[in-house]
C-alpha cells in the first residue's frame, strides 16, 4: 500500500471510517476516494457499480454499515439486515469485478454465540445460537464475511475480515437510545452534569462484562492486516482490558465530573453476560492494542463535549 494508490473508505464519515481516514492521511495517503451516503447509496447497486467501475480503487475498506446498541437492533432487525447485506454484497461484489487487490472487511464481534468459552477465539463461529438482541445484524455480518470467504476460494479475491470488538472513539454515535452502551453513557452523564439532575439511569443490571477497543487502535490493525495478511481465516481484534458495565459507568461518572448517584434500570436488557475477544492471532503477528480505557474515553468524552451542538444524535 503505497502513499499514491487509490484508497476507498466506504463509510468514512463513521465512527470506524473516519479514524481510517485519520490513520491513512498520518501515512501520507493522497488519494483517499471519499463518498457521502447522498453522493453514493451503497444498498444501490447500480450506483455501486458505477462507481467501482469508473474510480476504479485499488483498495478498499469495507467499514459502512447501519449500527446501533441493543435497543435499536431490537427495535429495528428489519432495517439492520437489510441495509447490511445490500451494502456488503454490493461493495464485495463490485469490488472483485473490478480488480480492487484488497479489501478489508470490518465486522462484529457480536457474530460469536451468545454463551461462548470466553475469551472467544475465530473459531467459535457458529458453535451456538446469537445473542438475540442483535441477531439480525449478526447474521448481516457473518453473511458478508462468509461472502468474502467464498469470493477468495472460488476466485481468489484478496478479502481480509477483521472482527473488532465494542468500538468508542471520536466521531461515534452519541444517541440516549439507540447507540452503543459506552457513548450513550458519555452523553447521559454529561447531559445530568449540565442539568444538575441527581440521578443517572444506567440500563440493565450492570453485570455484564464487557471489553472496548479505542477506534484508532482499529484502524491502526486495519492498516497493519492490510499490509501484512492475506489469509481466509477471520481475525479478531481486541484490547484484552475487560470491565463490568457498573465498572464501565463509574469510569464515564468520574471522567465526566457528573457527581450524582448511578441507578441499574433492570426492566433494560443487559445482552450477552460476557463478550471478551482472544486476540492472540493479532498479537503473535506483532500488533497489540495501546489506549487504556480511561485515557480512551477521556479522549472520547473530550470530542463529545467539544462538538455536542453539531454531533448526530
Given at each position: 500500500?503505497?502513499?499514491?494508490?487509490?484508497?476507498?473508505?466506504?463509510?468514512?464519515?463513521?465512527?470506524?471510517?473516519?479514524?481510517?481516514?485519520?490513520?491513512?492521511?498520518?501515512?501520507?495517503?493522497?488519494?483517499?476516494?471519499?463518498?457521502?451516503?447522498?453522493?453514493?447509496?451503497?444498498?444501490?447497486?447500480?450506483?455501486?457499480?458505477?462507481?467501482?467501475?469508473?474510480?476504479?480503487?485499488?483498495?478498499?475498506?469495507?467499514?459502512?454499515?447501519?449500527?446501533?446498541?441493543?435497543?435499536?437492533?431490537?427495535?429495528?432487525?428489519?432495517?439492520?439486515?437489510?441495509?447490511?447485506?445490500?451494502?456488503?454484497?454490493?461493495?464485495?461484489?463490485?469490488?472483485?469485478?473490478?480488480?480492487?487487490?484488497?479489501?478489508?472487511?470490518?465486522?462484529?464481534?457480536?457474530?460469536?454465540?451468545?454463551?461462548?468459552?470466553?475469551?472467544?477465539?475465530?473459531?467459535?463461529?457458529?458453535?451456538?445460537?446469537?445473542?438475540?438482541?442483535?441477531?439480525?445484524?449478526?447474521?448481516?455480518?457473518?453473511?458478508?464475511?462468509?461472502?468474502?470467504?467464498?469470493?477468495?476460494?472460488?476466485?481468489?479475491?484478496?478479502?481480509?475480515?477483521?472482527?473488532?470488538?465494542n468500538l468508542y472513539g471520536p466521531g461515534d454515535y452519541f444517541h440516549p437510545e439507540n447507540s452503543h452502551v459506552l457513548p450513550a453513557l458519555i452523553r447521559r452523564f454529561?447531559?445530568?452534569?449540565?442539568?444538575?439532575?441527581?440521578?443517572?439511569?444506567?440500563?440493565?443490571?450492570?453485570?455484564?462484562?464487557?471489553?472496548?477497543?479505542?477506534?484508532?487502535?482499529?484502524?491502526?490493525?486495519?492498516?497493519?492486516?492490510?499490509?501484512n495478511y492475506s489469509g481466509d481465516d477471520i481475525v479478531n481484534v481486541g484490547s484484552g482490558e475487560e470491565v463490568t458495565i457498573a465498572g464501565l459507568a463509574e469510569i464515564?461518572?468520574?471522567?465526566?465530573?457528573?457527581?450524582?448517584?448511578?441507578?441499574?434500570?433492570?426492566?433494560?436488557?443487559?445482552?450477552?453476560?460476557?463478550?471478551?475477544?482472544?486476540?492472540?492471532?493479532?498479537?503473535?503477528?506483532?500488533?497489540?492494542?495501546?489506549?487504556?480505557?480511561?485515557?480512551?474515553?477521556?479522549?472520547?468524552?473530550?470530542?463529545?463535549?467539544?462538538?455536542?451542538?453539531?454531533?448526530?444524535?
Amino acid at each position: 500500500m503505497n502513499t499514491n494508490d487509490r484508497i476507498y473508505i466506504a463509510g468514512h464519515r463513521g465512527l470506524v471510517g473516519s479514524a481510517l481516514v485519520r490513520r491513512l492521511q498520518r501515512d501520507g495517503a493522497n488519494n483517499l476516494l471519499l463518498r457521502t451516503h447522498a453522493q453514493l447509496d451503497l444498498t444501490d447497486q447500480a450506483q455501486v457499480e458505477h462507481f467501482f467501475s469508473t474510480e476504479k480503487p485499488t483498495y478498499v475498506f469495507l467499514a459502512a454499515a447501519k449500527v446501533g446498541g441493543i435497543v435499536a437492533n431490537n427495535t429495528y432487525p428489519g432495517e439492520f439486515i437489510r441495509d447490511n447485506l445490500a451494502i456488503q454484497t454490493n461493495v464485495i461484489h463490485s469490488a472483485w469485478r473490478h480488480g480492487v487487490e484488497k479489501l478489508v472487511f470490518l465486522g462484529s464481534s457480536c457474530i460469536y454465540p451468545r454463551d461462548c468459552a470466553q475469551p472467544i477465539k475465530e473459531e467459535y463461529l457458529l458453535t451456538g445460537p446469537l445473542e438475540s438482541t442483535n441477531e439480525a445484524y449478526a447474521i448481516a455480518k457473518i453473511a458478508g464475511l462468509k461472502m468474502c470467504q467464498a469470493y477468495r476460494k472460488q476466485y481468489g479475491f484478496d478479502a481480509t475480515c477483521i472482527m473488532p470488538t465494542n468500538l468508542y472513539g471520536p466521531g461515534d454515535y452519541f444517541h440516549p437510545e439507540n447507540s452503543h452502551v459506552l457513548p450513550a453513557l458519555i452523553r447521559r452523564f454529561h447531559e445530568a452534569k449540565l442539568a444538575g439532575t441527581s440521578e443517572v439511569a444506567v440500563w440493565g443490571s450492570g453485570l455484564p462484562r464487557r471489553e472496548f477497543l479505542h477506534v484508532d487502535d482499529l484502524a491502526d490493525a486495519s492498516v497493519f492486516l492490510a499490509r501484512n495478511y492475506s489469509g481466509d481465516d477471520i481475525v479478531n481484534v481486541g484490547s484484552g482490558e475487560e470491565v463490568t458495565i457498573a465498572g464501565l459507568a463509574e469510569i464515564v461518572r468520574e471522567v465526566v465530573g457528573y457527581e450524582g448517584k448511578l441507578v441499574f434500570d433492570q426492566s433494560k436488557p443487559d445482552g450477552t453476560p460476557r463478550k471478551l475477544l482472544d486476540a492472540s492471532k493479532l498479537s503473535s503477528m506483532g500488533w497489540n492494542a495501546n489506549t487504556p480505557l480511561r485515557a480512551g474515553i477521556t479522549d472520547a468524552y473530550e470530542w463529545y463535549a467539544s462538538n455536542a451542538g453539531q454531533i448526530r444524535a
